[in-house]
Antibody, heavy 118, light 108 residues
Framework: QVQLVQSGPEVKKPGASVKVSCKTS????????ISWVRQVPGQGLEWMAW????????YYAQNFQDRVTLTTDTSATTAYMELRSLRSDDTAVYYC???????????WGQGTLVTVSS | EIVLTQSPATLSLSPGERATLSCRAS??????VAWYQQKPGQAPRLLIY???NRATGVPARFSGSGSGTDFTLTISSLEPEDFAVYYC??????????FGQGTRLEIK
């Protein structure tokens, strides 16, 4: 079955960076891309970025384009999201999700809580 | 940016009742709206895509309708496990798929 398994919770200090992984299995990695969506505790969902499986194409939301880098490792069928210059308001759960170009995400990872605190 | 506005913010109903959730877009998104269900501590679950297509394994009591700027998620007869937060998302402006702010469906 399709699975996306994310790395564990992180605690970071302001100004640091975090890299979250998303290990996929149960489907052909190539045709799909990976979206990243964040959710501040108690709030709604916010689309951050998308990367093609082959790492050739990336799209970033304007709010994140200067601080986020998405990559993939096709041999490991894993996607990565790095967020730099962390601030306290980056404290959130970060989700990866599978989707085809032009479609809404269908399968989601379990989420990774990133806490930014001094 | 396309803004999605969901209403009501909170809907209080009893099991067995019919639920109607609304999502309005700031401009036409044709039929490219998805609906997600999210329970506490869980990831969102895709229910409906492209306005009216049920995702794999989604019970038939969930249905989606609408086009242009107005969309509806209907749950025909609420089960106890349906009480959750529901989000709409547009993918007309893919990949910048904005979400609505959510509707909380609570037990009356």
């Amino acid at each position: 079955q399709v699975q996306l398994v994310q790395s564990g919770p992180e605690v970071k200090k302001p100004g640091a960076s975090v890299k979250v992984s998303c290990k996929t299995s149960g489907y052909d990695f190539s045709p799909y891309g990976i979206s990243w969506v964040r959710q501040v505790p108690g709030q709604g969902l916010e689309w951050m970025a998308w990367v093609s499986a082959n790492n050739i194409k990336t799209y970033y939301a304007q709010n994140f384009q200067d601080r986020v880098t998405l990559t993939t490792d096709t041999s490991a069928t894993t996607a990565y999201m790095e967020l730099r210059s962390l601030r306290s308001d980056d404290t959130a759960v970060y989700y990866c999700a599978r989707n085809l170009r032009g479609s809404s995400p269908d399968y989601w990872g379990q989420g990774t809580l990133v806490t930014v605190s001094s | 940016e396309i803004v999605l506005t969901q209403s009501p913010a909170t809907l209080s109903l009893s099991p067995g009742e019919r639920a109607t959730l609304s999502c309005r877009a700031s401009q036409s998104v044709t039929g490219l709206v998805a609906w997600y269900q999210q329970k506490p501590g869980q990831a969102p679950r895709l229910l409906i895509y492209d306005g009216s297509n049920r995702a794999t394994g989604v019970p038939a009591r969930f249905s989606g309708s609408g086009s242009g700027t107005d969309f509806t998620l209907t749950i025909s007869s609420l089960e106890p496990e349906d009480f959750a937060v529901y989000y709409c998302q547009q993918c007309f402006n893919w990949p910048r798929g904005t979400f609505g702010q959510g509707t909380r469906l609570e037990i009356k």
